[in-house]
C-alpha cells in the first residue's frame, strides 16, 4: 500500500507512523510539500499522483477557525472552495464530500474528529461568514484532485489560530505544537490506515 502524505509548507512537516504491514501489505509513506495555495497544491499533488499512483493521499497541516478552540485536530472529508462559493447560485460547483471513496476502500473510517475544511486562496485574519469548521488554503484542490484520480482523500486538520485574533502571527507561533498535536493523533489512531 502506498501513502502519500502532504503538507503546505516546511513547518507543517510531521513524520507521520504506519505499521510496516496493514493486513498483509507492505506500507510505503512517501511525502509531499506542496506550496501554499490552491493553483501549486494541486498542480504539485497532480503530478505527483501520475508518478506515484498512492493508494491513499494523506493531506495535514495547519488551520484557522472561527469556531473552535487552538489545539482543536479535524479530520475532513468535506470540502468547501471559499473563493468558488459566491458562484454557486450560478451551477459552479464548490463542495467536495470524499467519504464515499474512503469507505469504498476501507480506509480511515475510525479516525475521529469529523470536521468541515473551507479553502481559499487568502489568509483570513478578519471575521467573515465562512461556511465549515476550520480554513485553510490547499485541501479543497487536493480532494478535487483526488476525485479526478480516483485517489482516496482526507485531510487532518490542527487549529492554530482563531480569525480575527492575530491570526497570522498566531500561526507562526503555533507550528511547534501542531506538529506535536498531529504527531500525537497519528500515534492514537496507531498509524492505522484500516
Not at 472529508?77 to 458562484?87: A, G
Not at 469507505?103 to 480511515?108: L, V
Not at 484532485?145 to 498566531?170: E, L, M, W
Amino acid at each position: 500500500m502506498k501513502i502519500l502524505v502532504t503538507y503546505a509548507v516546511q513547518g507543517e512537516f510531521t513524520e507521520l507512523k504506519f505499521p510496516g504491514l496493514i493486513g498483509e501489505e507492505e506500507v510505503q509513506v512517501g511525502y509531499l510539500r506542496t506550496g501554499v495555495g490552491k493553483v501549486k497544491s494541486a498542480f504539485y499533488l497532480s503530478e505527483a499522483i501520475a508518478r506515484a499512483q498512492p493508494d491513499l493521499v494523506v493531506n495535514m497541516g495547519t488551520a484557522g477557525t472561527v469556531r473552535h478552540r487552538v489545539g482543536d485536530i479535524f479530520v475532513c472529508r468535506h470540502f468547501i472552495d471559499r473563493d468558488m462559493q459566491k458562484l454557486s447560485a450560478l451551477g459552479v460547483e464548490c463542495e467536495i464530500d470524499s467519504a464515499e471513496l474512503l469507505a469504498q476502500k476501507g480506509y480511515c473510517l475510525h479516525w475521529q474528529g469529523e470536521g468541515v475544511c473551507n479553502t481559499g486562496d487568502t489568509f483570513l485574519t478578519e471575521l467573515s461568514d465562512v461556511k465549515g469548521d476550520v480554513v485553510d488554503m490547499e485541501a479543497y484542490a487536493q480532494a478535487l484532485v483526488c476525485r479526478a484520480k480516483n485517489t482516496p482523500f482526507i485531510a487532518v486538520k490542527y487549529v492554530t489560530d482563531i480569525i480575527g485574533q492575530n491570526s497570522v502571527k498566531h500561526w507562526e507561533d503555533k507550528l511547534g505544537d501542531a506538529r506535536k498535536g498531529l504527531g500525537g493523533f497519528f500515534e492514537e489512531v496507531g498509524g492505522a490506515v484500516r
